[in-house]
């Protein structure tokens, strides 16, 4: 028996390298997939909990527009000059400021957040309204954005070859864009394409459509570089070469293994896409580009009220805080759930 | 490294013209005849063939770019207007407005300033802000000072510009009257002073750094916690080296690295009009003379303000990962 | 001069007194799961011109031992208790600009993988001239000279050239050469060498320790060597601890460990060796389950849940009480096990010995 005194090296005993710290968590996570993990780790965080209520709570207004505005009665495009009795409730020689009211803005007990300036339409109608518009074309946008990000950086990553060259520089290009510029001079273009296609008049059902796509489309290109990474890193690992050499086609591979790998990495790119959407929306419809009157939308009122800044600043108060609110909440889930899914990418 | 430069600054023109043809074709390709957008409510049938005749129309759209492009490239630009009404449109000719009939490389040589000392301005605000916060956060994980950093951080990257913009354009302008209303002629600095200049860019610098320098403030944060768990940190250390020269020498060069290419690009982004901004506090830079071209169809005018702000997304690109290799000796240029 | 230790001035404390000692040295870092008991109780000493050898699995508490000799832990949230006393003065109660004197240049560390614990971004040379310039007022020439010596007698060839490379230039043996040459810029007294041949292939690795056993002889220092490598212990150490679960499990002279082993996981490791002339049938052991976690360690013998031997234990005091480190024989053997010395004897001699 020589001792030890071997120059071949001994064999990697197959232990965690840093054991410190895994093996610290390994009695805690033992017998649970990483998504029931996740998820417990989401429960306790209270931060997590309250933006998802508040989030719920928005997606609730969106759903009953209809019914919330039923309670105060004022239809969000009805012109309320005068009360039920038949006093005026605007001031027709001073331009049209509401009479009375929380700083000018005609706040009351019929109108909770008060009325438009010259016309009198009623704020929490309207603002309830525009959450519908905000949410559908955030999240019509995003899932635009995502399906194409996901597919197509697939594609590149798991073909490789001429296709991985020709749409990783496409989405090089895609990311070249001057991105809002592009979009903002875009969003005019595709809706008069749109109605010569499909013979829509330019109302707001198709303005909305044209506002989805065109943030989808200017969307997808980062999403789709970090899953071409993934499906890259994806495409070698055991079970992908074990199913292949049993000889599963690239469908099979595609949306069976490496797609549900790649869902924690979609989850939280749609949360975080979802908040950089609605904010988009509202800058578009703020510059007049996006939905126009006489429907409502959070930045289309932003824009009306900035005019009336001075006499009624609350008129710009209520929808600039709807989208203030939304767009943290949704920026609280998706850290949250980023962490959640993946405590060590540093908490940033 | 020079022929590295060639070879980038070759991509960089294929990307240009890549983007200068979609750009094209999407909006000349618009079923509303450019004709009727031009001569409006008199339009009749003699108008529109003289505006087709004068702007071109009535020629193929290949051939239409063709010429477009010749105004760019070649030296002395190129002739337009129908015959007997012939100009020179000098190089770099990204055409007429219809609007007006300006060159629109005058209306963006015009416009370039505003925005150059807006964007620059805002940079090194939120440059400055960014790093310094998410420095001091990192160097003070866990405690107090980093958690109001997150915060503040989370806080600003979900403020929308709109809403930021406005509430400052609120707080300081009508309701505490420190600053006067925006006047576009105070944007110019040698003909008004610096006061006055000043007055007129504090405020849409701080509304445009903010989303960035909450942005910063994560990524450096980030960047610095990995670099200082990294084992050439505990190398640093075991040398004897003091915590300073460990946090600033070793620790935050390689931190502040992806730091560069972000800035460059965002910078770069940025040099093409930073429309919100602009349009709240009403400064006549690119991105309001982009959106006022939007708004009235002005086709010559959006396709040059687009490949304009795209040379400067394409450049910074190509800045940026010249000077990253100058930081990262690992780096190669090849 | 009086007897009592505390009183005398150092020169003759450090008469009787070993090189380095480390005493009940325990490392525990509060985290959000609980406290991660890394290192409960080490206990050596390591004269000046001798190898100590540190087994053990990873997460076994050898690499935090040896950054707490470094003071490396000062500043962070682990608690460090215990005493480490080198050459009279004692680590663990010194302040961090005291210990900061101290790095580098009375002790240095080599770093197991050389590729991320040299900056990427500095060159060799300027690395290597750092470590020289921080403990010594000289001109910049003077340590630009030390270090191209080192580099040279590391065996870096044309070394003035290389002074002025970035680490990713070198190859894997040779960043670790460089490496050495910057722990060995202030001539250390003690060198703490974690895992340093381990990035490196079979080859390079043998010259790497060749070197090392070389400097050693010339600067006469003392060497902690911290491995998961049995080979190398063999090849390298005078002395050796197997440490487990944060606790030494066996210590001794390196004969000791490796032809008289009591502890179970000393056989194990033992076991898991690969060797060209290994009879029976031919495959490596390795030891079941894994490893025990720091926060909550088993309440008896922490090798007791991966412990093929517990029937030699009378009641079930594997898992109810922790063994002590016991001495065994003359020499400082010692070994932490409930099952008795004679029987472990027995055991290892007819049914361990036959099977490496």
């Given at each position: 028996m020589t001792l030890g005194v071997s120059e071949t090296q001994s064999p990697d005993e197959g232990l965690p390298t840093d054991a410190l710290v895994e093996t610290a968590e390994a009695k805690e996570i033992e017998g649970r997939s990483p998504g029931e993990i996740a998820w417990a780790r989401l429960r306790k965080d209270k931060v997590a909990i309250i933006s998802a209520i508040v989030i719920l709570l928005i997606i609730a207004v969106a759903l009953f527009a209809p019914l919330i505005v039923k309670l105060n009665g004022?239809?969000?495009?009805?012109?309320?000059?005068?009360d039920a009795n038949g006093n005026?409730?605007?001031n027709t020689r001073d331009g049209g400021i509401p009479i009375g009211g929380l700083w000018g803005s005609g706040t009351s007990s019929e109108h909770w957040l008060g009325i438009e300036p010259?016309?009198?339409?009623?704020i929490f109608s309207r603002l309830v309204y525009g959450t519908r518009v905000s949410l559908l074309v955030a999240l019509g946008g995003t899932v635009i954005a995502v399906v194409l990000g996901t597919v197509i950086g697939m594609v590149s990553g798991y073909f490789g070859g001429w296709v991985d060259t020709l749409l990783s520089r496409l989405m090089d290009i895609m990311l070249s864009f001057p991105s809002l510029l592009f979009v903002m001079a875009l969003t005019p273009v595709v809706a008069s394409r749109a109605q010569d296609l499909?013979?829509?008049?330019?109302n707001n059902t198709l303005r909305m459509g044209v506002l989805m796509f065109v943030l989808g489309f200017f969307g997808w290109a980062y999403l789709a570089r970090i899953v071409r990474g993934q499906t890259l890193s994806l495409r070698e690992r055991e079970f992908v070469e074990a199913a292949r050499s049993l000889g599963a086609g690239p469908n099979y591979v595609l949306f069976r293994q490496i797609l549900p790998n790649m869902l924690p990495t979609l989850l939280v790119y749609t949360t975080l896409l979802l908040p950089t959407n609605i904010t988009a929306e509202a800058a578009l419809s703020f510059l007049g580009v996006g939905i126009k009157e006489p429907t409502s939308s959070w930045g289309r009122m932003i824009s009306d009220a900035s005019a009336w800044i001075e006499s009624n600043p609350l008129y710009l108060f209520f929808p600039g805080m709807a989208l203030f609110i939304t767009v943290l909440a949704f920026n609280l889930l998706g850290d949250s759930v980023r962490d959640a899914l993946d405590p060590r990418a540093g908490r940033s | 490294m020079g022929r590295y430069l060639i070879r980038r600054l070759i991509q960089a023109v294929f990307v240009l013209v890549v983007i200068s043809a979609i750009t094209f074709f999407l909006f000349w390709a618009t079923p509303a005849n450019p004709a009727l957008l031009i001569c409006g409510k008199n339009c009749n049938a003699e108008t529109v063939a003289q505006v087709n005749a004068t702007y071109g129309f009535d020629k193929p759209l290949v051939v239409q770019y063709g010429q477009y492009m010749q105004g760019l490239v070649s030296p002395g630009g190129r002739t337009i207007g129908s015959e007997g009404n012939e100009r020179n449109c000098p190089w770099p000719c990204f055409g007429e407005s219809y609007?007006?009939?300006?060159?629109v490389w005058n209306s963006i040589k015009d416009a370039f300033p505003a925005t150059l000392w807006l964007a620059l301005g805002a940079a090194v605000l939120w440059l400055v802000a960014g790093v310094m916060l998410g420095l001091i956060a990192a160097l003070r994980k866990g405690k107090f000072i980093d958690k109001l950093s997150v915060g503040l951080a989370l806080f600003g990257v979900s403020f929308p510009t709109i809403v930021f913009g406005y509430l400052l354009l609120y707080l300081f302008?009508?309701?505490?009257?420190w600053i006067p209303f925006?006047?576009?002629?105070?944007?110019a600095l040698f003909s008004v002073g610096p006061v006055k200049w000043l007055q007129f860019y504090i405020l849409p610098w701080i509304t445009l750094a903010l989303v960035f320098a909450a942005l910063y403030t994560r990524i450096t944060r980030a960047n610095m916690i990995d670099t200082m768990n990294e084992d050439y940190i505990r190398t640093a250390r075991a040398k004897g080296l003091d915590e300073r020269t460990v946090v600033f020498k070793h620790g935050l060069r390689s931190a502040l690295t992806p730091i560069v290419t972000i800035f460059g690009l965002d910078v770069g982004g940025l040099l093409g009009g930073a429309v919100i901004t602009e349009q709240i506090f009403s400064i006549t830079g690119l991105g309001k003379f982009s959106i006022d071209s939007v708004l009235s169809n002005d086709l010559p005018a959006i396709m040059g303000v687009v490949l304009f702000a795209a040379i400067f997304v394409v450049l910074a690109n190509i800045v940026v990962d010249v000077l990253y290799a100058v930081i990262d000796p690992r780096v190669r240029l090849a | 001069m009086t007897e009592s230790v505390t009183s005398a001035p150092p020169a003759d404390t450090r008469?009787?007194?070993?090189f380095l000692e480390v005493k009940d040295l325990q490392v525990h870092f509060p985290t959000d799961d609980g406290m991660?008991?890394?290192?409960n109780g080490l206990n050596f000493t390591l004269e000046r011109g001798k190898t100590l050898g540190i087994v053990g699995e990873?997460?076994?508490?050898k690499s935090v031992s040896s950054l707490a000799i470094m003071g490396?832990?000062?500043?962070?949230k682990a608690k460090v208790t215990g005493e480490i006393w080198l050459d009279g003065a004692e680590?663990?109660?010194?302040s961090v600009p005291e210990m900061r004197a101290l790095r580098g240049q009375q002790v240095a560390m080599i770093f197991q993988d050389p590729l991320s614990a040299m900056?990427?971004?500095?060159r060799v040379g300027d690395q290597l001239t750092e470590a020289f310039l921080v403990h010594n007022d000289a001109p910049k020439a003077v340590a630009k000279k030390r270090a191209i010596e080192l580099l040279d007698r590391v065996g870096i060839p044309s070394p003035d050239k290389r002074?002025?490379?970035?680490?990713?230039?070198?190859s894997g043996g040779m960043r670790q050469r460089a490496m050495i040459a910057m722990a060995l810029m202030c001539d250390p007294s003690l060198l703490i060498a974690d895992?340093?041949?381990?990035?490196?292939d079979v080859t390079v690795q043998a010259q790497i320790l060749d070197l090392m056993k070389d400097l050693q002889k010339e600067f006469n220092s003392a060497i902690i060597l911290i491995t998961h490598d049995l080979g190398v212990v063999a090849k390298m150490t005078e002395n050796v601890v197997v440490m487990y679960g944060g606790r030494v499990v066996e210590s001794g002279n390196v004969r000791d460990i490796f032809y008289?082993?009591?502890?179970p996981y000393t056989w194990g490791l033992l076991g898991s060796i690969p060797r060209v002339?290994?009879?029976?049938?031919g495959r490596l052991k390795s030891i079941r389950g894994t490893p025990p976690s720091l926060i909550n360690?088993?309440?008896?013998?922490?090798?007791q849940p991966r412990?093929?031997?517990?029937?030699?234990?009378?009641?079930?005091?594997?898992?109810t009480e922790l063994p002590e480190l016991l001495q065994i024989g003359q020499e400082q053997h010692r070994v932490r096990c409930h099952i008795k010395s004679e029987e472990r004897r027995q055991l290892f001699t007819e049914q361990i010995k036959p099977s490496l």
């Open positions: 004022f239809p969000p495009d009805q012109f309320n000059k005068v005026p409730l605007l010259q016309n009198g339409r009623d499909f013979g829509m008049p330019d | 609007q007006n009939g300006i060159p302008i009508v309701k505490l009257n925006p006047d576009t002629a105070n944007a | 008469a009787g007194k070993p991660v008991r890394a290192v990873s997460g076994s508490g490396l832990h000062k500043g962070s680590l663990v109660g010194m900056h990427p971004f500095f002074f002025f490379d970035y680490p990713h230039q070198f895992e340093p041949t381990t990035a490196l008289r082993p009591e502890m002339n290994r009879s029976g049938d360690l088993p309440k008896g013998c922490p090798f412990c093929d031997y517990q029937e030699h234990v009378e009641g079930a005091n594997c898992s």
